[in-house]
């Protein structure tokens, strides 16, 4: 059973940065896609950001220039770059990881961003 961990979260200012990492308890899978979601209190998740295998990028228009999503399929790790927070990006944070087989999805990180 591959898990996969997130890191990084934690409680900053309006304005500040953080980056998330996510990895995988294994190697050499065949990832199709990773992506980060999030999930505010009384919300629904919502997606944050993909990357295809082929490196092509998708982001919610609400983090459109500022979240920049990285990974490497080789070492099975991903990031999150959020510059410029806002208080409302906070929620918990997802990575998730898709290969050519299933399906996988980590714990979660919260992020809070106080105004």
């Known amino acids: 059973q591959v898990q996969l961990v997130e890191s990084g979260g934690g409680l900053v200012q309006a304005g500040e940065s953080l980056r998330l990492s996510c990895a995988a308890s294994?190697?050499?899978?065949?990832?199709?896609?990773m992506g980060w979601y999030r999930q505010a209190p009384g919300k629904q998740r919502e997606l944050v950001a993909v990357?295809?295998?082929?490196?092509?990028?998708n982001y919610a228009d609400s983090v459109k220039g500022r979240f920049t999503i990285s990974g490497d399929d080789a070492k099975s790790v991903m990031y999150l770059q959020m510059n410029s927070l806002k208080p409302e990006d906070t929620a918990v944070y997802y990575c998730?990881?898709?290969?050519?087989?299933?399906?996988?999805r980590g714990q979660g990180t919260q992020v809070t961003v106080s105004s």
């Open positions: 998730h990881v898709r290969t050519i087989y299933t399906e996988y």
């Open positions: 294994k190697t050499g899978l065949t990832i199709r896609e």
């Open positions: 990357i295809t295998s082929g490196e092509t990028t």
